[in-house]
């Protein structure tokens, strides 16, 4: 079946802009994490949204990102008046997650958000 | 709280020569583990993963891993590196109620002819 999709797949803005990265997750997953991967380093989580709960937002670095997930499905994450310190990549996973499990994570392509 | 450390952040062997790619992790629960590797302008791959049942975990392309519990390390290893190993390589912790992925800061393999 279909794995997770992002696009765009790269993003060049000039700072100061607004930009919006989109994920279609896996279908019938119910759990999606965006998660950012800045040059020559790890993972960092931003975002978790499962089901109808409230999300997770204790990642996000600063007000000028939000996110969000329309019919439990496709998730925008916006960032606001960027900077160049955003400039990375953007990674949207999806889970089966059941309550008390923890299912592994399938990640899309990302986004890679340039910044000039 | 939960942590994953990579100890090497390069690692370079020779084709045909065993890969081990070291990790340890701190969990205040029993943790899941996984091993992801991510091929230069590719997405993440999940290679293996551990969830409390067997400690000897075997994944795809030949690799597997072993919980050690005692030691707090999941070590990945392979018998026999190929040139397609070459790849960045995230060891990868969630446990309890830890709902997102913690992420060690990645080993890149260098796979020489």
């Known amino acids: 079946g279909a794995g997770v999709s992002q696009s765009p797949s790269n993003k060049v803005t000039e700072k100061g802009k607004d930009v919006e990265l989109r994920c279609d997750p896996i279908s019938g997953h119910t759990a999606l994490y965006w998660y950012r991967q800045s040059l020559g380093q790890g993972l960092e989580f931003l975002i978790y949204?499962?089901?109808?709960?409230?999300?997770?937002k204790s990642g996000l670095p600063s007000d000028r990102f939000s996110a969000e997930r329309t019919g439990g499905s496709v998730s925008t994450l916006t960032i606001q008046r960027t900077q160049q310190e955003d400039s990375a990549v953007y990674l949207c996973?999806?889970?089966?997650?059941?309550?008390?499990?923890?299912?592994?994570?399938?990640f899309g392509p990302g986004t890679r958000l340039t910044v000039t | 709280a939960q942590s994953v450390t990579q100890l090497d952040s390069h690692v370079s062997v020779s084709e045909g020569t065993p890969v081990l790619l070291r990790c340890n992790y701190s969990s205040s629960y029993s943790p899941s583990l996984f091993w992801y590797v991510q091929h230069p302008n590719k997405g993440l791959q999940l290679l293996l993963k551990?969830?409390?049942?067997?400690?000897l975990v075997k994944g795809i392309n030949g690799f597997e891993a072993e919980f050690k519990k005692s030691e707090t390390s999941f070590h990945l290893t392979k018998p026999s590196a190929h040139m397609s190993d070459a790849a960045e390589y995230f060891c990868?912790?969630?446990?309890?109620?830890?709902?997102?992925?913690?992420f060690g800061s990645g080993t890149q393999l260098t796979v020489l002819p």
């Open positions: 551990y969830t409390s049942a067997a400690t």
């Open positions: 990868v912790v969630s446990s309890g109620s830890a709902r997102q992925l913690t």
């Open positions: 996973a999806s889970s089966p997650r059941l309550a008390g499990l923890t299912y592994e994570q399938y």
């Open positions: 949204f499962q089901g109808n709960s409230a999300p997770d």
